[in-house]
Every structure is written in structure tokens, then in C-alpha cells.
């Protein structure tokens, strides 16, 4: 039988051990629990061992849940596709989002953004895979992105953020994540100060930690197989 509580652990180990076969200390990466699909419930299993960060990829769901629990204070990362229609709900209810990929965007959340609230930490998610992959912004459009983003009040530019394409090919996956780290580093010596890389999920976050990633996204390791939707 498993559980949560014992999947957060398998969870943490990997992250552990991928961390020693980088040569990077522990603690360098951080866990983001991606709860999309799991009910309130599910999310204070894994509070009680220890977790505090979630992911969510719909915004009215995930406010239900955060309603829910915020006897809890816990930190609540969009990380879904990000529709217009949608920042406000974001701006007004979220910590982090992930999934920031053009300027229009930006402006909402950053004119949505409730000035009473510490700024919205905000990542920048490039399409690193090319045709294999639709969301995003192209790899040579992200530094005029990251620096327009820089410069908006309450927003603060944290980092980038990937999904590459599926697939178990483990060098594929590796060169989609160095893309992106390249870029973060490209940006910072422009002047930016980024300190995040939101890359590697359930299948892939070893070859993503061997990347230099800072924050890995998983759902299926921590909560088990989500049902088709
Ligand atoms: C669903 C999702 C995850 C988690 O994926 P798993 O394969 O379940 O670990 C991570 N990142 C994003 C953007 C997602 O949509």
C-alpha cells in the first residue's frame, strides 16, 4: 500500500540522491506538490508530512481548494496555461505563476495585482521543444519577454520555467533543460536577477536536477495516477 506520506518521502529521496550524482548540495531544489485533480483532502495528507508548496493548472480549482485550507497558509503556484480572462483570479489568489508567456499577460497581473499583497513571483515558461510542443514563448522572444516583465510593479521576475515534450529519452530531456539554463544564465548576465528554474516533473526530474533546475513540479510520484479529465 502506498501513501502520500510515503510517496513524499520516495519523492524527496530522489531528489536527494539526484542532487549527490550533480555535485550540488542538498537543498538546492525545491519540491513543488502539484495537487491539480486531488481534493482538499489530498493536500493536507501531504501537509501533514511536510509539505507546503502546491501547483495547480486551474485557477477556479485551485482557489476552491486554497478557501478550503487557509487555516493552513500554505504557498499556491499557477502553474496552467494562462488565459486573460483567468489573471485576475490569479493575480488576487496566487504566490507564484509559472506559466507567464507573453506581455499582455503580464500587464494584467501586474496591473491586477493588489498592492497590499507582496509582488506576484513570476516565471517565465519558454517552449524549449520547438513544433513538438505549443506553450510557451520561443526561446528568442523570452529576453525581450523577461525584461519587460523586470521592469512591471508588483510583479517580481524570478525565472523560466519548461515542459518539454514527453518522452523517456533521457539525453533529449537533458538538452531541452540545458536550453533553458543557458537562457537563465544569458539573462542574468543582461542584468537580470533571476534564481529560479522551474524544470523536471514526476518522469523526468532527475536529468532536470543534472540541469541545474531549482524547483521541481510533481504530481503522479506524490498523489498517484490522476483520472483522465
Ligand atoms: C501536471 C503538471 C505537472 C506534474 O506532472 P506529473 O507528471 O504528474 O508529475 C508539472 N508541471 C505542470 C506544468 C503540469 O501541468
Known amino acids: 500500500m502506498t501513501s502520500i506520506a510515503a510517496n513524499l518521502q520516495a519523492v ?6 539526484a542532487c549527490v550524482a ?6 538546492s531544489v525545491q519540491l513543488l506538490a502539484v495537487s491539480k485533480t486531488w481534493p482538499a483532502a489530498s493536500v493536507r495528507e501531504a501537509v501533514a508530512a511536510g509539505q507546503r508548496a502546491f501547483g495547480e493548472n486551474y485557477a477556479q480549482e485551485a482557489v476552491d481548494k486554497a478557501t478550503e485550507l487557509t487555516d493552513l497558509g ?3 503556484h499557477f502553474i496552467g496555461p494562462l488565459q486573460s480572462n483567468k489573471s485576475r483570479l490569479v493575480a488576487e489568489n496566487f504566490d507564484w505563476v509559472h506559466t507567464l508567456d507573453r506581455l499582455k499577460i503580464a500587464e494584467r497581473l501586474a496591473a ?3 498592492p497590499a499583497l507582496v509582488p506576484l513571483q513570476v516565471c517565465i515558461q519558454v517552449n524549449v521543444s520547438g513544433e513538438a510542443s505549443k ?6 522572444q523570452a529576453a525581450a519577454l523577461a525584461h519587460a516583465a523586470a521592469a512591471l510593479p508588483n510583479l517580481c521576475l524570478r525565472g523560466l520555467m519548461a515542459i518539454p515534450e514527453p518522452g523517456d529519452d533521457v539525453r533529449l530531456q537533458r538538452r531541452r533543460f540545458a536550453l533553458l539554463r543557458q537562457l537563465h544564465d544569458r539573462f542574468n548576465t543582461e542584468g537580470l ?15 532536470a536536477i543534472m540541469e541545474g533546475a531549482t524547483l521541481v513540479r510533481v ?7 490522476r483520472k483522465p479529465a
Open 193 to 207: 536577477l533571476l534564481d529560479t528554474l522551474s524544470m523536471g516533473m514526476s518522469h523526468d526530474l532527475e536529468a
Open 112 to 114: 491586477q495585482r493588489p
Open 219 to 225: 504530481g503522479t510520484a506524490i498523489f498517484g495516477e
Open 74 to 76: 500554505l504557498e499556491w
Open 135 to 140: 506553450s510557451g514563448c520561443a526561446p528568442d
Open 22 to 27: 550533480a555535485g550540488r548540495p542538498a537543498g
Open 12 to 17: 524527496r529521496a530522489r531528489i536527494a540522491a
